[in-house]
């Protein structure tokens, strides 16, 4: 049976990494029940200023560097942890994402949940095999973001371990494909399709992901935090629907007319489909169709490539 959600009405919610592609719909979903606070680096001034006009509070922190955190109050009620960087620089990447969390999480140690954003990035690849969460790790991302994985597969192990020694009741969530009416993967695709551009593709077709629509991340959220243990819950997170990548840009290509150019690579990512047993025992299902946010997306993004 499904967990019991938690009460976000009115609570102290500290979101990390606001403007990125999978937290900024979230930042303004929460801002309009909760009391939100967001941290960046905000490097870019106009992104800070554009966070603060959902009323939401703001603060500058790079989180490789623990004594930038010291303007963050301590006193949340959740933390929600989406702040990630890939800039190729293992050095910085392992620090911000990895030693990160464990500042951020040292640094709000009384929450009642701490919920942390991974991948399924962080598994080894192993055909159109449903990935369970016990399932080996491996650097599966590494042709396109050289230290994403092995960041985000240390990022967790010192989410557990600072968990475990503090007591901090912790989800880890492993995302898969996150998308919705500001883009995501589905939308380059179809970018790409527009241009001609071919699209590489595992040869081990068809290439089977988990779309997650952000209605059904922001709706799982309260869940989430509600699944998280001392112990540290780790869990897949995607749509409970699979769909190839195949499939979906089929389905672009019947909303715009442009017909995908596909390009078999060995070294493309491969399917990365997820076993969502664990998930749907305590988080439910998702609920939004993948053709319906498929087209919910371009009708937002681009209205003008949707054909008669
Ligand atoms: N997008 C996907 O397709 C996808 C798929 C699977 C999992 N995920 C996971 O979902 C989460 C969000 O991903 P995303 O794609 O939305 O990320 P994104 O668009 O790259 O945004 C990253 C966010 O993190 C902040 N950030 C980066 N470095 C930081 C640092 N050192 N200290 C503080 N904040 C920092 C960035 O703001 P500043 O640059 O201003 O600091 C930005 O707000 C991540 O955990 C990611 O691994 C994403």
């Given at each position: 049976m499904a967990v019991t959600p938690v009460d976000l009405n009115d609570k102290k919610i500290l979101i990390t990494g606001p403007t990125g592609q999978v937290a900024?719909?979230?930042v303004e979903a929460l801002s309009a029940i909760a009391d939100v606070t967001a941290l960046a680096r905000f490097s870019d001034d106009s992104s800070r200023q554009m966070i603060e006009s959902m009323g939401v509070k703001t603060v500058k922190a790079d989180l490789a560097d623990k004594?930038?955190?010291?303007?963050?109050?301590?006193?949340f009620d959740y933390v929600i942890?989406?702040?990630?960087?890939?800039?190729?620089?293992?050095?910085?990447d392992l620090k911000a994402n990895a030693e990160g969390?464990?500042?951020?999480?040292?640094?709000?140690?009384?929450?009642?949940?701490?919920?942390?954003?991974?991948?399924?990035?962080?598994?080894e690849y192993a055909g159109q095999e449903p990935r369970r969460e016990s399932d080996p790790l491996g650097d599966n991302h590494r042709v396109m973001f050289p230290t994403y994985s092995i960041a985000k597969i240390a990022a967790e192990t010192v989410c557990r371990f600072v968990a475990r020694q503090h007591d901090i009741p912790t989800t880890i969530a492993r995302l898969s494909v996150p998308y919705g009416d500001n883009g995501g993967w589905p939308y380059f695709h179809l970018l790409m399709m527009k241009e001609g551009i071919p699209i590489d593709i595992h040869p081990e077709k068809p290439n089977y992901y988990n779309l997650l629509h952000s209605s059904d991340y922001i709706a799982k959220l309260p869940y989430l935090l509600a699944a998280a243990?001392?112990?540290?819950?780790?869990?897949?997170?995607?749509?409970?629907q699979a769909t190839s990548i195949e499939e979906?840009?089929?389905?672009?290509?019947?909303?715009?007319?442009?017909?995908?150019?596909?390009?078999?690579?060995?070294?493309?990512?491969?399917?990365?489909?997820?076993?969502?047993?664990?998930?749907?025992?305590?988080?439910?299902?998702t609920s939004m169709n993948w053709?319906?946010?498929?087209?919910?997306?371009?009708?937002n993004l681009a209205p003008e490539l949707i054909k008669g």
């Open positions: 900024l719909p979230v004594a930038t955190l010291a303007n963050c109050p301590t006193d942890n989406f702040a990630v960087v890939k800039s190729g620089d293992f050095d910085y969390v464990g500042n951020l999480m040292t640094h709000c140690k009384s929450v009642k949940a701490f919920l942390h954003f991974s991948s399924t990035a962080v598994y243990t001392k112990e540290v819950t780790t869990t897949n997170f995607g749509g409970s979906w840009c089929a389905y672009l290509a019947e909303l715009s007319g442009f017909e995908p150019v596909f390009a078999d690579n060995p070294k493309a990512f491969g399917s990365l489909q997820i076993d969502a047993t664990r998930m749907h025992e305590l988080i439910g299902e053709k319906q946010g498929i087209r919910s997306m371009v009708e």
